[in-house]
């Protein structure tokens, strides 16, 4: 008998990784994965979603594990050929990658919703397990540096995370509507929430600020339980780190812990990460280099969660 669905709020990289784990250990319908979607931008005339498509190669096999992102055997013609014409080329899109941005663009014109989309592209790539969206409507995270706000992926992959992050804002957020069978899902029997080892500020809070998330969370019996990103003092990968420092707070998986707050019945850091953290932690490995890596503690998750009932 299911013992209930567990929901991962999952960014791109870090929290795919887990959802592997997750996905390898639970049976095919006990498994949603709630995507980060205040990455998305419009590049070259497409809607570029890269958490989604992250935990969809990742969760299909198809991705290419040394970037993080984007797919594996993939070619780059249409990139050297646009940078030929004086196109940009900034934003990387192999040419296999860039098939999915194509479609999804003409498929979401056409009238249709990422989530259709999301879950028709998911299933013929060969994905299992749910991925939905945050929400169908557009949310945008923006990033204020010294020199004025600029969007999410300028900052991140233009200018590579140099600039200094004053603060984040969820562009859309506040009109947006959750993703109603997430919201249903969280409204039925649910064995654990689990919040991926993802960037806090740009991962997992763009997902809080969609209007009625936090609520639903909140509301739902089952035990939410977060992974920190930050292991041996430091970001596994990406700016989290730097962000922490900018944002004025001190670099640990505290401060992570902090920030979520009253939303979390229990954590779990990696050996020596424990300081300073209130309430229930469990401490355990939590770097993932290898899929062995990803299923032990997807296990180890879920033992604690179900430990918290
Ligand atoms: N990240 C980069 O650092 N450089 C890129 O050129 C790049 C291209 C890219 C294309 C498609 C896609 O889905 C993701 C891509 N990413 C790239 C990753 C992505 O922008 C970031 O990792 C996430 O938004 C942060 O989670």
């Given at each position: 008998m299911s013992r209930g669905l567990v929901v991962a709020l999952s960014g791109g990289v870090g929290g795919a990784k887990l959802a592997l784990g997750l996905s390898r250990i639970l049976p095919l319908d006990e498994l949603l994965v709630v995507a980060n979607t205040g990455d998305d931008f419009e590049h070259l005339g497409l809607t570029i979603c890269p958490d989604i498509d992250t935990l969809t190669y990742v969760l299909a096999g198809l991705d290419n594990t040394e970037q993080g992102w984007g797919r594996r055997?993939?070619?780059?013609?249409?990139?050297?050929?646009?940078?030929?014409?004086?196109?940009?080329?900034?934003?990387?899109?192999?040419?296999?990658?860039?098939?999915?941005?194509?479609?999804?663009?003409?498929?979401?014109?056409?009238?249709?919703?990422?989530?259709e989309i999301t879950s028709d592209i998911t299933h013929r790539l060969g994905v299992k397990s749910r991925i939905l969206p945050m929400s169908d409507d557009p949310v945008r995270t923006r990033?204020?540096?010294?020199?004025?706000?600029?969007?999410?992926?300028?900052?991140?992959?233009?200018?590579?995370?140099?600039?200094?992050?004053?603060?984040?804002?969820?562009?859309?957020a506040p009109k947006a509507r959750p993703q109603p069978d997430v919201i249903e899902a969280l409204a039925g029997k649910v064995r654990a929430i689990v919040i991926c080892p993802s960037n806090p500020f740009i991962s997992i809070e763009p997902i809080l600020a969609v209007p009625g998330m936090r609520a639903a969370i909140e509301t739902c019996d089952a035990p939410v339980v977060a992974i920190s990103p930050i292991v041996g003092g430091t970001a596994v990968k990406g700016p989290t780190a730097k962000m922490l420092q900018e944002l004025g707070l001190t670099v640990s998986s505290a401060s992570v812990a902090k920030r979520y707050g009253d939303l979390l019945d229990g954590y779990i850091v990696d050996h020596g990460d424990s300081q300073g953290i209130p309430g229930k932690v469990h401490v355990t490995p939590t770097l993932m280099k290898t899929v062995a890596d990803k299923e032990v503690l997807a296990r180890s998750t879920l033992a604690f969660a179900d430990s918290l009932t």
């Open positions: 055997d993939e070619t780059w013609s249409f990139m050297a050929t646009i940078a030929s014409v004086g196109g940009a080329d900034w934003f990387r899109l192999g040419d296999r990658d860039l098939a999915l941005h194509v479609e999804r663009t003409r498929r979401l014109r056409a009238g249709e919703t990422l989530t990033v204020l540096t010294d020199s004025g706000w600029i969007d999410f992926q300028d900052y991140f992959v233009r200018q590579q995370c140099r600039p200094v992050v004053r603060k984040l804002e969820f562009d859309g």
